[in-house]
């Protein structure tokens, strides 16, 4: 079975400062893997995705995530936060099918994220 | 491009009552998948549905079922509606069965009274 674990349930950071938050993976064979986002009383919005290849993906709003396969991690990272990235951030794990892998998303409890001036 | 489309955006029911829900995907998508966002148990995936068929289903009662036409627009339905089925249920579209990306809908708010 895979699973997502996003350790902590808020994170605060200041205004320009970077902000990192955790996601840990557990998959059989290759992943991919995801981070969406969500506002209050709206969908997920797609931020980023590992597919394959280089580690360090970048995705919208200036956010990037590394995957780290040895820790089994996929930290999402931007190096100067803005008030208006306050929102709820989860991380999604999807196995390839032509590798037995479970044909859905599975997603972190999420973490809620608050920049604050 | 329009995006995925739910309808309608929020719904109050009485319990026992039943639902249906609608999801349009993006234009070219034939894959829909359906899922249930709680605070108690977060994001838990609950069918998808390609070429009008179900391939995938989660861990859900029977009361929970869905449908895909030939357009790709799906409705999913659940009856006997229980207090415990409040949540906002999103649905997700993808171009195939399996492809790495899928893309939410704003997602319908249910409420159960």
């Known amino acids: 079975a895979q699973s997502v674990a996003q350790p902590e349930d808020q994170v605060n950071v200041a205004e320009g400062n970077p902000l990192t938050v955790k996601c840990t993976y557990s998959?059989?064979?290759?992943?991919?893997l995801f981070w969406y986002v969500q506002y209050p009383n709206r969908g997920l919005q797609f931020l980023l995705k590992?597919?394959?290849?280089?580690?360090l993906v970048k995705g919208s709003y200036g956010f990037e995530a590394e995957f780290n396969k040895s820790q089994t991690s996929f930290h999402l990272k931007k190096p100067s936060a803005l008030v208006s990235d306050s929102a709820l951030y989860f991380c999604a794990v999807r196995a390839p099918i032509l590798t037995g892998g479970e044909n859905k998303l599975t997603f972190g409890t999420g973490t809620q994220l608050k920049v604050e001036l | 491009k329009a995006g995925v489309t739910q309808t309608p955006r929020y719904l109050i029911k009485t319990r026992g009552q039943q639902v249906t829900l609608s999801c349009s995907p993006i234009s070219g998508h034939r894959s829909v998948s359906w899922y249930q966002q709680t605070p108690g148990q977060g994001l838990q995936f609950l069918f998808e549905?390609?070429?009008?068929?179900?391939?995938n289903k989660g861990n859900f009662p029977g009361r929970f079922s869905g449908r895909q036409f030939s357009n790709s627009r799906s409705e999913m339905n659940v009856s006997t509606l229980e207090l415990g089925d409040s949540a906002l249920y999103l649905c997700?579209?993808?171009?195939?069965?399996?492809?790495?990306?899928?893309?939410f809908g704003q997602g319908t708010r249910l409420t159960v009274v």
């Open positions: 998959v059989s064979g290759n992943p991919y």
């Open positions: 549905y390609f070429s009008e068929t179900q391939r």
């Open positions: 590992y597919i394959t290849g280089d580690n």
């Open positions: 997700a579209s993808s171009r195939v069965v399996g492809a790495p990306e899928a893309f």
